[in-house]
């Protein structure tokens, strides 16, 4: 019913930047909040940072300052800028959709993509 494709990641040094990318595709009318998470080896899935259809923002304290989040409603898109990056940023970055109503009039609580690798050399 949605999909959502994230691309951008990859291999990138310390102090380096990386822009973050995820469709969402589908019998989409609107999208509540979409959001980040990431989860490296051996670790809890984590949230990042999040954007509600108002525009509204939260961050993870790690990354604050460092990451910015910011969707293109109108292509059912979310970015993740990604500055200043820390080895300990490597992870596994997940997109995910909140409320997602759809044409057929259902409400979809949550949805995920398949994920992004991004890893951070020292």
């Known amino acids: 019913q949605v999909q959502l494709v994230e691309s951008g990641g990859g291999l990138v040094q310390a102090g380096g930047s990386l822009r973050l990318s995820c469709a969402a595709s589908g019998r989409i009318v609107s999208i509540n909040t979409m959001r980040w998470y990431r989860q490296a080896p051996g670790k809890r899935r984590e949230l990042v940072a999040a954007v509600t259809s108002d525009g509204s923002t939260n961050y993870a304290d790690s990354v604050k300052g460092r990451f910015t989040i910011s969707r293109d409603s109108a292509k059912n898109t979310v970015y993740l800028q990604m500055n200043n990056l820390k080895p300990e940023d490597t992870a596994g970055y997940y997109c995910?959709?909140?409320?997602?109503?759809?044409?057929?009039?259902?409400?979809?609580?949550?949805?995920w993509g398949q994920g992004t690798q991004v890893t951070v050399s020292s």
């Open positions: 995910n959709a909140g409320q997602v109503r759809t044409t057929a009039g259902t409400l979809i609580s949550s949805s």
